[in-house]
């Protein structure tokens, strides 16, 4: 198992429960070294004193705050440690909230959330009654010198946990919003019958990074001095004059496309279960 990333106790009203967080998602990809062309040499990152004109090594730098232009304050790990608020070991539980309440816009980072030992009861009761409601908790944690409100809530048994960005930290872009246009009542009903066409279960086994699939094509064909071969790029694209010709040409692409077995295989349950629904079984 990875090391984990947070531990302390999470609090529930008088309840609490030691736990853990462990990264729930990272990027992931090739990576390039730095070098130096003429002699294919790897590039090493160093630190440079601008007063000085020397190299620093790393045990001799700091962490500096500047005040005013060209004026720092030495803001030391230890004093970082001094004023860390409670929730660097304790993660208390603030409210519930309705889950569809949350924009997405708001959510940062995921981690899975365990229980240590004597916090398997509950954590497990605190699991079973978010599973059993249409709320979330909110809670409050520091961690990576920064405190951050979070999100919990119930996955496959456990809890995950979303750190969330604030209020200030979200970006408003000014236009953003409905367009001031007019839409008509067939327009809408095409629009819905394509989004039908193309309606599927999630799955997300089904994609994949294309880019990073082209690199490493690109990689083996320089190991093995092939040919780099280009990619084919999408014909420029042209504003929709008729909307609604756009719209019933993709319609018929899409139904044209879309495979028998899968229909079979999503009407194969309800036919199995007479009729029931899947939330009925």
Known sequence: MPSSVWSGHLT???????????SGA???????NMLHRTDKS??????????????????????????RKDEYIVIEPDEIKKIEPQTAKTMEILEFVKASDVDPVYFESSYYMLPEEAGRRPYALLTKALEESEYVAIAKITMHNREYTCFLRPSEG???????????????????????VELKDAEIKVAHQLIEALADEWDPKKYKDDFQENLKKLIEAKLEGGEVVEVEKPKKLAPVVDLMAALKQSLAQMEGKKKPAATAKSEAPAAAAGGKSRRGR
Do not use: W
């Open 42 to 67: 790897r590039l090493k990152q160093q630190y440079v004193c601008q007063a000085e004109g020397v190299v620093v090594d790393r045990n001799d730098i700091v962490k500096g705050y500047e005040f």
């Open 12 to 22: 529930f009203g008088l309840i609490s429960m030691p736990v853990r967080l462990f």
């Open 158 to 180: 456990g809890l995950m946990l979303h750190t969330m960005y604030y209020e200030e930290e979200v970006k408003k872009v000014e236009g953003f919003g409905a367009p001031d």
């Open 26 to 32: 990272r990027s992931s990809g090739i990576s390039f």
